[in-house]
């Protein structure tokens, strides 16, 4: 069916109090949960990229003349209702009051199946949210954040997905890192579909404004949409617990690919676990804990990678927070927080034990991870291609020079020293440990090999990709689309190599900032 036959259904617009008025001008909307907004036509719209294999799981043609109009923001049909929704935040830390979607704007719920995802254009004009911007989307971060979350997808993480990559014709000013260097630059628009936006800020912007009716409304209708299985007088803390599990779950699935999100503030916490809002994201490239890919992050790389399981329980703190007006008193929300950290490290434990093929957990193993992950941020190695060596580790029977030499592909520095001989010494006790697994070598090889991606979308190769569609070619942009469905299998040597050097200080390739 194409986007222009289906009817769509409106249940969030349909079950909350809205301001209809149209009005773009921006404001604040208390008592309301969504602003109307139509998206702003754009001059040229060209379809760039469509995920067909998303269209076919929605039931959904390949888009014509008219379909590409909707996914520009240039036609809405008589069954859409478009809405910006309205939320809060905490922003590095500190409470931002009310944000809401400054450059993203519902279409409305496709339904299919029996599933139903919402229709989100990133890109399409200003809304009520957009706090004195221009609701636009420049090419850079669009094909960021189209690949990006395809990628995370293929990957296994769970995570909004992009159903289209339109270009505008429109050239939109930004300033690239704040510093004054305003340029214009190519627009764009991405159509992102979700089962659902919520995140936790929708909830802490009603508690904010002592809006209690609405918050216990808005508790229980993504509990009946979204979490069905929930019910009676406990369904609200089951449902909180939840949202802790699939959070920590996520966490974990971050560190296995070495993903930093960049900005981890409450209003980019999906209320489903999913990854959100893709900005100033990137994996790493060598191991380090304290990297940050957000210029506005430092220097207090509070969203660095290390921190991410931490901050992700600071921020269901402040869900907790939003939601103790439901509650007599906190100690059940208490409780369910204090679970996290359980939560959190069984996963991580388990999940780390598949990264090094290892048939089960001990005491003892739980110490060999953190020595390793100790040293790693010391060597600082390709945290990719280090794992990915590691998988026929057992077939080395080499010590010293000779194993390091296998190994050496991965460094970006070669360690020397204490450090070389402390670090060989612990992989010598790694591949020790995996000869005493239940399991065979070749089981053990292909849990690491299903654990651990060959291919990761770098920095630097989204960066190249972006400056190639700007002159008109698309040859890696395609390649990459190729590469990230199949990042377990993958053997494009030309995609599985290190960060080059140069890319360590070029912008955009390493450090970027919130500005898109």
Known sequence: MHITDKKFTNLFTSAFPGDNSG????????????????????????????????????????????????LAGNKVTETMQPYAACYAGHQFGNWAGQLGDGRAITLGEWEHNGGS????????????????????AVLRSSVREYLMSEAMFHLGVPTTRALSLVTTGDKILRDMFYNGNAAYEPGAIVMRVSESFLRFGNFEILAARKEKENLQHLVDWTIEKHFPHHKGENRIINWFREVIDKTAALMVEWHRVGFVHGVMNTDNMSILGQTIDYGPFSFLDDYDPSFTPNTTDLPGRRYAFGNQPSIALWNLSRLATALTPLFKDTELLEEALNSYEDNFWNRYYEMMGNKLGLDKITAEDKKMISQLEELLAKVKPDMTILYRLLIDLPSISAEGDMLFIYLKPAFYTEPSGELKVEFLKLIISYAERRKKNSISTEASAEIMKKTNPRFILRNYLLHQAIEELEMGERSLFDKLRAALKQPYTEDDEDLLKKRPDWATQKPGCSMLSCSS
């Open 117 to 136: 995802w919402e229709m989100q254009l990133k890109g399409a004009g200003p809304t009520a949210y957009s706090r004195m911007a221009d609701g636009r």
């Open 23 to 70: 009005d773009l001008s921006p404001r604040q909307t208390p008592g309301v949960l969504y602003s109307k907004a139509i998206p702003t036509k754009v001059s040229d719209p060209k379809l760039l990229a469509f995920t067909e294999e998303l269209a076919a799981e929605m039931g959904m043609d390949s888009p014509g003349a008219e379909d590409l109009k909707i």
